[in-house]
């Protein structure tokens, strides 16, 4: 990684090689009051493009705090603009780690895990919020590498009608829903946003539960744990 630049009180600011040219990830370290470093991780949005992801996690950031919890969804921390009337925000998240399902204790996985990441989606979606894009690589550890974080909103959407239908593609064709595949174009046929979170769902611990095979005794074991 190499140093890019200060932002205000960031003391430096390091590219992880991802996202586009207007939605870029960063690590950022800041100094703490006891001379270390604190290490936090900014996402760069300019102008529009993202607009609707702060929006979204502001909500999710609301419910936080009322709850005094996580809710097994990444928190927002800040948000921070260099020039308050220029188009670049940035937003602060703390740290996540890899999440690898392999090098969890079956039990965890089982009672621990499996609940908590379905809850996390509960959480969102009792909000309005479906987040359109549930796979592996947007499931991470939190700090203390005991509970796990849905994080990536790029794709989320914030629904207020009941019921709520999307009329857009969105998401990753592996985890995607077959309603939401086979729409064709932006017409007035649309499908069921939360059903389609919950069909991700099911595909994600698949994976994982295919991830884990080697270490069930035979394959009734992981179809019944899907």
């Given at each position: 990684m190499?140093?890019?630049r200060s932002i205000d009180s960031v003391s430096g600011v390091a590219e992880e090689e991802s996202g586009d040219l207007a939605s870029k990830v960063f690590y950022v370290w800041t100094p703490t009051e006891e001379g270390g470093v604190q290490f936090r991780v900014a996402k760069r949005i300019i102008g529009s493009y993202g607009e609707e992801e702060?929006?979204?996690?502001?909500?999710?950031?609301?419910q936080q705090t009322l709850r005094n919890d996580h809710c097994g969804v990444i928190r927002l921390l800040d948000e921070y603009k260099p020039d308050p009337e220029g188009p670049t925000t940035w937003l602060i998240f703390p740290p996540m780690y890899p999440f690898r399902p392999s090098a969890v204790p079956m039990d965890d996985f089982v009672h621990d895990f499996v609940p908590e990441f379905l809850s996390a989606v509960t959480f969102l979606h009792t909000m309005g919020i479906a987040h359109?894009?549930?796979?592996?690589?947007?499931?991470?550890?939190?700090?203390?590498?005991?509970?796990?974080?849905?994080?990536?909103?790029?794709?989320?959407?914030?629904?207020?009608?009941t019921p709520a239908v999307c009329n857009f593609i969105l998401g990753t064709d592996t985890y995607m829903a077959p309603e939401v595949a086979g729409?064709?174009?932006?017409?007035?046929?649309?499908?069921?946003?939360f059903a389609a979170d919950r069909y991700a769902c099911g595909r994600v611990l698949e994976e994982f539960a295919i991830d884990m095979a080697p270490r069930f005794r035979n394959w009734d074991q992981v179809y019944r744990i899907v």
């Open positions: 190499q140093v890019l702060r929006k979204i996690l502001k909500l999710i950031q609301e359109h894009d549930l796979k592996p690589e947007h499931i991470l550890m939190c700090r203390d590498k005991k509970r796990i974080c849905i994080i990536d909103f790029d794709c989320a959407q914030h629904y207020t009608e729409l064709k174009g932006n017409g007035e046929s649309g499908y069921d946003p």
